[in-house]
C-alpha cells in the first residue's frame, strides 16, 4: 500500500511539473495586453486560448471607447494562466498602399558611430574615451549651442583653441553632461576628439498603410538603424520627410545574399513628413491622400497560420498582390517587427526577385481581405522566406503620431 502511494506521489510530483512547465511557457509567449474591436470575440487558435473579465467584449457601440479592463488569460477556458490588460476599442480601417517611398532622415542630435585615437607628440591617446562617450551616444550640444551636423562638432573642436568643451549627449533616453579635453594632432596639426560622428540617412522602403483618419503613414515595419552601432537613429522632427521614388530594377536574391530593390528620388519635393521612428516601423503625415480602398485591421488574436496576399512594387508600376503564407506566429511581447514567419510562394515574385528583397520592408501582408500586417525582415539564407510584423503594432503607432500632429495643428 505505501508503495502505490509512494508512486501516486510521485505521479502527482511529475505532472505538477510539467503542469509548471506549460503554464510558464504559456506566460512567457503569449501577449501581456489584448486589443479587441467592438462585437468582436477575445479567444484565438481555435478557441485554445480565451480571455474572460467583468466586463462585456461584444457591447454595443454605444459605450464610450476605448475602454481598458484586466480579464483572465485562459487555457481551453479551463486553466488559468495570467492577468492581462484588454482595450476595447472601435474597428479601424486603412487604405493599404504597398508603394515605394524614398526616406531622409536627419537625426536629433549627431550620433557617435566611432572612436578613434589621435596621435599626439606625446603619444596616442582618445579623447572621447577619456569623457566617457561611447558608440550609439547622441551629442546634442556642444558647450550650450545646439548641433545638427557632422561638421559643426569638427568645427567646435577644432577651434577650441585647447580649452575643454562640454558635450551634452543622450544615452537610453536621458542627457547628461560630459567635459572632453580635444588633442592637437601631430598628423595636420589641428585639434581632434577622437571620434566619428554621423547626422543623417537617406533609402528606399515602402509605406504599409494610410491612416484617413489620422492622416498619418506607417511603413517599413522596422525601424531606420545606425549601420555602425545597430541603434535607432533619433529623429529630428521638422527636417526628415519622405519623398517618391521611381523603382528601376530589382537585384535577385539567392541564399546567403539578399537582393534589393533598386531606384532614385524621382522629386527632391517632400511627399510627407517623418515624426517616428520605432521598433516597429517609421511614421508621419502625407501631404495628400492616396487612392485606394480602405480595409479593416486584424488584431493580432485574429491573425492565422495560411494564405495570404502581400502589396508590393517590384518595378516602376503599381504596387501588385504576391501569394505568400503565414507559416508560423509568435504572440510574445519579448518579440518586435518579428511576430510573423512569411513564405513566399507566387512564382512571379519568386522568378523576378528570389522572393523578398531588401527595400520591400513595409509592403502590407493581407488576410481575408484584412491588414494583418507587413514584410519586416528577409532570411539571408532564404529568400523566399521572411519575418512581419503584426498590423496591430502599427496601427497604434500611427494613431499616436496622427493625434499628437493633429493637437500641435489645432
Known amino acids: 500500500m505505501k508503495k502505490i502511494i509512494s508512486m501516486l506521489t510521485a505521479s502527482a510530483s511529475v505532472l505538477g511539473l510539467l503542469l509548471a512547465v506549460v503554464l510558464a511557457t504559456a506566460d512567457y509567449f503569449t501577449p501581456n ?7 468582436g470575440r477575445l479567444e484565438w487558435l481555435s478557441g485554445a486560448f480565451t480571455v474572460v473579465g467583468d466586463k462585456d467584449v461584444t457591447a454595443s457601440a454605444g459605450v464610450p471607447y476605448p475602454k ?8 481551453y477556458n479551463v486553466i488559468p494562466i495570467k492577468t492581462v490588460d484588454v482595450s476595447v476599442v472601435d474597428q479601424a480601417c486603412v487604405v493599404p498602399c504597398g508603394t515605394p517611398f524614398g526616406i531622409r532622415l536627419f ?19 582618445n579623447p572621447a574615451v577619456k569623457a566617457g562617450l561611447k558608440v550609439g551616444d547622441v551629442i546634442v550640444r556642444v558647450d550650450g549651442k545646439t548641433v545638427t551636423e557632422n561638421g559643426e562638432v569638427a568645427r567646435f573642436v577644432e577651434s577650441c583653441g585647447g580649452k575643454s568643451l562640454r558635450f551634452s549627449v543622450r544615452r537610453d533616453g536621458s542627457v547628461s553632461t ?37 492622416r498619418s503613414f506607417a511603413g517599413l515595419g522596422h525601424g531606420i ?22 523603382i528601376n530594377g530589382v537585384t535577385r536574391g539567392l ?40 480595409v479593416r485591421v486584424a488584431m493580432k488574436q485574429d491573425v492565422k497560420t495560411g494564405a495570404v496576399k502581400i502589396l508590393t512594387t517590384i518595378d516602376g508600376g503599381a504596387p501588385k498582390y504576391y501569394d505568400a503564407e503565414i507559416e508560423k506566429i509568435n504572440y510574445s511581447d519579448h518579440v518586435q517587427s518579428k511576430n510573423l514567419v512569411l513564405h513566399i510562394t507566387d512564382g512571379r515574385l519568386i522568378t523576378q526577385a528570389g522572393g523578398i528583397v531588401q527595400g520591400m520592408s513595409g509592403s502590407p501582408v493581407l488576410q481575408e481581405g484584412r491588414l494583418v500586417g507587413a514584410v519586416t525582415h528577409v532570411f539571408v539564407n532564404d529568400p523566399t522566406r521572411g519575418y512581419g510584423v503584426f498590423a496591430e503594432n502599427m496601427l497604434a503607432e500611427s494613431q499616436s503620431v496622427g493625434s499628437s500632429a493633429n493637437s500641435k495643428v489645432s
Open 33 to 39: 495586453s489584448f486589443t479587441v474591436t467592438t462585437g
Open 68 to 75: 481598458t479592463y484586466q480579464g483572465t488569460l485562459m487555457l
Open 107 to 125: 537625426a536629433d542630435g549627431v550620433m557617435v558611430v566611432g572612436l578613434a585615437d589621435v596621435q599626439t607628440g606625446s603619444g596616442s591617446v
Open 178 to 214: 560630459v567635459t572632453l579635453q580635444p588633442v592637437l594632432s601631430e598628423a595636420d596639426g589641428l585639434y581632434k576628439a577622437g571620434l566619428w560622428v554621423r547626422s543623417s540617412t537617406a533609402g528606399i522602403g515602402t509605406l504599409t498603410f494610410y491612416n484617413p483618419t489620422s
Open 225 to 246: 538603424c545606425d549601420s555602425d552601432t545597430g541603434k535607432l537613429i533619433p529623429l529630428h522632427v521638422g527636417d526628415s520627410d519622405i519623398v517618391p521614388v521611381i
Open 255 to 294: 541564399q546567403g545574399k539578399p537582393g534589393e530593390l533598386r531606384g532614385y528620388f524621382s522629386d527632391n519635393a517632400p511627399v510627407g513628413s517623418l515624426t517616428a521612428n520605432v521598433p516597429d516601423g517609421v511614421y508621419g503625415i502625407l501631404n495628400s491622400a492616396p487612392r485606394g480602398k480602405a
